[in-house]
């Protein structure tokens, strides 16, 4: 079975530019969660969706990003403009809701570096 | 609201030694809880996870993890470790009815020959 898939695996871009990450979540999965990778402060939980719609985007730091869902089997994560700041690790990951455990599968991230 | 506690944020072992790492959570409702692995430049892999069925939880790679309720504790452990093992690795919790997953910050594990 395909797991989450994320592109770019790397992103290096000028301050100021726009950025979209991408993510298609594991078939069959109604849940799908953005989450950041820093050092300082280790796993953040950006925003999640359920069926599609976004359910809690109060992890998203700040109006230049946005997350946006048009089907079951895609997201975008949009930084506009990007700041040195952003420069992270960001991984999607996707759940089933059957079962009720909350065991989440992880794409293998989108580095991204801002200069 | 959810915490989780990683206690250690490095832990350095030699090969064939136990390997422990502690995690402490904060839960007004039972808890299920996770541990995940993280290798360099990957995403993360889950180890294992308890959902109230047994206490001890056995994961893969040889891994293990005991839910302690009085101890709010959920510390991982194995019994010797191996080169591979050197990781990063992550305890989480998910409360309830809550679809959120809130991750500790993560502890080193190197793994000394």
């Known amino acids: 079975d395909a797991g989450v898939i994320q592109s770019p695996r790397h992103e290096v871009t000028e301050m100021g530019q726009e950025v979209t990450l991408r993510c298609k979540p594991i078939s069959g999965h109604d849940y799908l969660f953005w989450y950041r990778q820093t050092m300082m402060r280790g796993l953040e939980l950006l925003i999640y969706f359920n069926n599609n719609v976004p359910i809690d985007d109060s992890g998203m730091p700040e109006d230049r990003f946005s997350a946006k869902m048009p089907n079951a089997s895609f997201s975008t994560l949009k930084i506009q403009p990007s700041e040195p700041r952003d420069s992270a690790v960001y991984f999607c990951?996707?759940?089933?809701?059957?079962?009720?455990?909350?065991?989440?599968?992880f794409g293998e991230g989108s580095r991204l570096t801002v200069l | 609201a959810q915490s989780v506690t990683q206690l250690g944020s490095h832990v350095s072992v030699s090969e064939g030694a136990l390997v422990l790492l502690r995690c402490n959570y904060s839960?007004?409702?039972?808890?299920?809880l996770f541990w995940y692995v993280q290798y360099p430049n990957q995403g993360l892999q889950l180890l294992l996870k308890y959902t109230s069925a047994a206490t001890l939880v056995k994961g893969i790679n040889g891994f293990e993890a005991e839910f302690k309720k009085s101890e709010t504790s959920f510390h991982l452990t194995k019994p010797s470790a191996h080169m591979s093992d050197a990781a990063e690795y992550f305890c989480?919790?998910?409360?309830?009815?809550?679809?959120?997953?809130?991750f500790g910050k993560g502890t080193l594990l190197t793994v000394n020959p």
């Open positions: 839960s007004s409702v039972p808890p299920y």
């Open positions: 989480a919790a998910r409360g309830g009815s809550n679809y959120k997953l809130t």
């Open positions: 990951a996707s759940r089933s809701s059957r079962g009720n455990t909350g065991e989440l599968f």
